[in-house]
């Protein structure tokens, strides 16, 4: 049984060798009922087996074309329009975005355009009870050029917008490559977090001690900023069977239980 001091979900895509039914079945067994990044298609199997969309995917059109390049601003706001949507008549919550490469926009432009073109869906967001959330990612190692890589970057760009409705996605794995000091950034940012994504460093791997992050400490850091969203799994497992993956994912769970 878990404590409930942490709201756990999972990646669907980094337990791919599962199918969306079997890893609905395998959460609940591990005890808790969210899965990360699964779009309007798969809820009807996430509401089959009571699971919850902890954060919702789709509406963008991919990590590279994004919200700081004006050319993709009228196919996003369609997108999102139509996705914020359905995820409120669904009763979730959580929708991603991403910036999108730099492809020689500079970071002050990008984070202007990121702006202006996501105050248009704002409205509708905060009508609607979706929070619109950017996912901070590295672009030494997993995604280069990718600009909202760092988080003054990303909070200035919460402060820009200025709406309760935008967050960002504090990714533990990939914010630890391109800037570290984790427990520093999280306690003297967390309200501007609506979600974290776990994994270790180096390689993505089990969150356990073959890496150099410690997530008891920033998962007990997490917990005392009052925190109340979720935490996903988001580690690729080097098991060599099924039932290795999963006992890796239990582990990670509990590694982060308080």
Known sequence: MLKNNINHSVCRWT????????????VKELGFSAIDLVGPKDWPILNKHGIYSSMCNGAEINLIQGWNNKQFHSTLIGNYAEYIDLVS??????????SGNRNNIDDETGLKNCAEGLKRIMGLAEK?????????????VD???????????????????????????????????????VIRRIKDNHQYFGHYHTGGVPGRN????TQELHYPAIMKTIYETGFKGFVAQEFISTADSKEGKIAELDKAVKICEL
């Open 89 to 98: 008549k669904a009763g979730y919550k959580n929708l991603i975005c991403f």
């Open 206 to 209: 089990i969150i356990d001690d």
């Open 128 to 140: 609607k009870g979706v929070i619109i959330q950017m996912e901070l990612l590295n672009s030494r």
């Open 15 to 26: 337990f791919d060798f599962l199918s969306l039914e079997e890893l609905c079945l395998t």
């Open 143 to 181: 995604h280069p050029d990718y600009m909202c890589d760092n988080t003054p970057w990303g909070v200035e760009l919460v402060e820009l917008i200025g709406s309760p409705n935008f967050k960002l996605i504090y990714d533990i794995y990939h914010m630890q490559i391109d800037e570290g000091d």
